[in-house]
């Protein structure tokens, strides 16, 4: 599997989607500054579990504190803009460190979720639910 990205000074550029959010992740050796959006990632997220999700592949290999990354997300609600975060940081990760694909793959975070809303049908109340049915 080749990693789509590409370094534009010095800033390694990759993107990540989840459902209908698409993350684009600007990843470069640093000092541990991470903006999402220009707020903190809690201040943007609002919930410290959302930004464990976002941020679990910095936390698995212990790179909270040498990397600064900017990101700017958009689309869908707060879970799916995490997903697609984690994503677009383990692909930065893998683009600047090589040798660490193996611990990436396993922890799976260089997997795209693929699930997507299904379309609602006509004649049905949302996208598989029918009315009950009635006998009389």
């Not at 000074?9 to 990759?14: A, K, P, V």
């Not at 975060?85 to 979720?113: C, F, H, N």
């Not at 693929?114 to 004649?123: I, Q």
Request: proline share 3%.
């Amino acid at each position: 599997m080749t990693v789509t990205g590409r370094v534009l000074g010095g800033w390694i550029h990759t993107v990540g989607r989840r459902k209908t959010s698409v993350a684009r992740v600007f990843l470069k050796e640093g000092s541990g500054n991470i903006t999402v959006n220009n707020h903190s990632p809690l201040r943007y997220f609002g919930s410290e579990t959302v930004v464990h999700h976002a941020l679990y592949p910095l936390k698995l290999l212990h790179l909270q504190e040498s990397v600064d990354i900017k990101i700017t997300v958009s689309g869908g609600g707060k879970s799916g803009q995490a997903g697609a975060v984690r994503l677009g940081i383990a692909r930065a990760i893998l683009q600047w460190k090589p040798e660490t694909k193996r611990t990436l793959r396993e922890a799976g975070l260089l997997t795209r979720d693929a699930r997507e809303v299904e379309r609602k049908k006509p004649g049905l109340h949302k996208a598989r639910k029918a009315t009950q049915y009635s006998k009389r």
